[in-house]
């Protein structure tokens, strides 16, 4: 039962979802090894036998890792096994050869009210480093939301706690899917292009918010004051690795210092919201 609430609390604070393309599979849950579970929520599609699309481990959490999963589905078992290909943005600071890929072997179980994926997974470093090994418990969001009726029923959970029920937004990097960065936050990403193209603005109303911007220790934006029109930067990467920080220079008139940030690599679109109290930094970690 505290796994269930603790979900609860994490759901409640993301983007809520419901089942409209039924292309598209959206779920969440967790993903358990030893004494630990970390949020874990899938969103895929299945066309022709093969499974793409992206993994996210602690969503919105100090270890959130977004990637992009590929496998294949058996019709007859209904087995999904696929494997973690590349992560996009992480928050942990391991090297290439430190970083665990995860490979999973799960089931889909497919209802018209709860559907759910259960199965285990491995994980190892690119030299076959075990890291560790666990089981995967996920649901879909019409099984939540059929769960937590059932969990308001025997649990004092106030009403607001509860999530409504919105369309759910598949994160291609294109679309609505942000990465919310606080207080000396640090997220990194995993870079293809030559070169990285930023776009910055206030995408909420203008309150003077005002930014200074480093990119490598050298600062790009002084004391820059945010504004609804796009500000748009592009910087050559001659390094493997690469910071761009962010530092709020006042917080404006609506309390904390407030910035969209979309950076563009290639054809793949991070979209980034910082929010940062006074003197306070946030950094992104470019790692080609």
């Known amino acids: 039962m505290k796994k269930i609430l603790f979900f609860i609390a994490i759901i409640t604070s993301l983007n809520s979802f419901s089942q409209k393309d039924p292309n598209i599979y959206d779920f969440f849950g967790g993903k358990s090894f030893g004494n630990e579970t970390k949020f874990f929520r899938l969103i895929f599609q299945i066309e022709n036998g093969k499974v793409t699309g992206y993994m996210f481990t602690d969503e919105q959490g100090s270890s959130e890792t977004k990637s992009i999963i590929n ?58 480093k075990l890291c560790r090994k666990g089981t995967i418990n996920l649901i879909s969001p019409d099984a939540f939301i059929k769960l937590k009726k059932e969990i308001v029923k025997t649990e004092s959970i106030k009403p607001k706690t509860i999530i409504k029920d919105k369309k759910v937004i598949v994160p291609t990097f294109d679309t609505d899917k942000k990465t919310v960065i606080k207080d000396d936050e640090e997220v990194v990403i995993y870079w293809t292009s030559e070169k990285i193209n930023i776009s910055i603005w206030d995408d909420m109303k203008e309150d003077g918010d005002k930014i200074t911007i480093k990119f490598n220790e050298e600062i790009i934006l002084d004391n820059y004051e945010l504004k609804n029109k796009h500000k748009d930067i592009e910087i050559e990467l001659t390094e493997k690795e690469n910071s761009l920080t962010f530092t709020a220079d006042n917080t404006g008139s609506l309390a904390n210092n407030t910035a969209r940030v979309d950076l563009f690599d290639n054809d793949i679109k991070h979209q980034i919201i910082t929010q940062l109290q006074l003197n306070k930094s946030v950094t992104v970690i470019i790692k080609k």
Not at 87 to 100: A, D, G, T
């Open 71 to 128: 496998g294949v589905f058996n019709p007859k078992t209904k087995q999904i096994f696929f494997t973690e290909t590349k992560k996009l943005i992480s928050k942990s600071n391991f090297s290439f050869e430190q970083m665990c890929y995860l490979s999973g072997n799960i089931s889909l179980d497919l209802n018209k009210n709860i559907s759910k994926l259960k199965g285990s997974f491995i994980e190892s470093t690119s030299t076959n």
